[in-house]
């Protein structure tokens, strides 16, 4: 299947409503490897995907690290969380982050149901006309052939590094991120003061 080209969609169906999903966790690993010394604007994001079409809302999804363990990490984080929720049109779902007994290994758990969930419940009360999942989870390929089923268009962004050949067949619409797609949606980190 070949990638579509960003503008050739956008043109395609300008009076659209698209709805964004964001797997955070999925992004930040990647973006990690990738881009150590950035991170992605969310609300950017979720714009240009939409492109000229009519944005529901864009959903991001990420897991919280417990601050009685990880204080300053947690501190962070949760000051990353409110500068995303004070934008339009985004919500923040989160689920914890679990951790073993020793507190030396921690894993993600219920982040995926949700995502899948909510994008499900969208396309049941038509709340959308195209979804586009940011993400390059091969797990969601059962939710994603059920909504092309209901009518739903479904589009992809991923990473080609991160992205499971169980969505090539789940997805319409495929747009790879890399820089260029990404250079007016990307903030560099800021260096600690020494």
């Not at 659209?16 to 930040?28: H, R, S, T, W």
């Not at 529901?56 to 969380?81: D, G, H, M, T």
């Not at 997805?171 to 990404?182: E, G, H, K, Q, V």
Request: charged letters at 30%; a positive charge.
């Amino acid at each position: 299947m070949k990638y579509t080209t960003f503008c050739d969609i956008i043109k395609q169906y300008p009076n659209e409503k698209v709805q964004v999903f964001i797997d955070g966790a999925n992004l930040y690993k990647t973006m990690k490897d990738l881009m150590p010394d950035c991170y992605i604007d969310y609300y950017k994001l979720g714009f240009k995907l939409c492109g000229p079409r009519k944005i529901v809302r864009i959903n991001c999804y990420l897991s919280e690290l417990n601050p009685e363990w990880e204080s300053e990490k947690a501190r962070k984080q949760q000051s990353f969380l409110s500068t995303i929720r004070k934008n339009p049109f985004i919500t923040v779902r989160t689920r914890p982050l679990r951790y073993s007994p020793d507190k030396q290994n921690k894993w993600e758990k219920g982040v995926d149901i949700l995502i899948a969930t909510d994008m499900l419940i969208g396309a049941f009360r038509n709340c959308y006309d195209s979804l586009m999942l940011v993400s390059g989870d091969g797990d969601f390929a059962p939710v994603l052939n059920e909504i092309k089923e209901m009518g739903k268009r479904v589009e992809n962004a991923f990473f080609a590094k991160s992205r499971s050949s169980g969505l090539i067949s789940s997805c319409d619409i495929f747009i790879p991120l890399d820089n260029d797609f990404l250079s007016d949606c990307i903030r560099e980190r800021k260096k600690p003061s020494s």
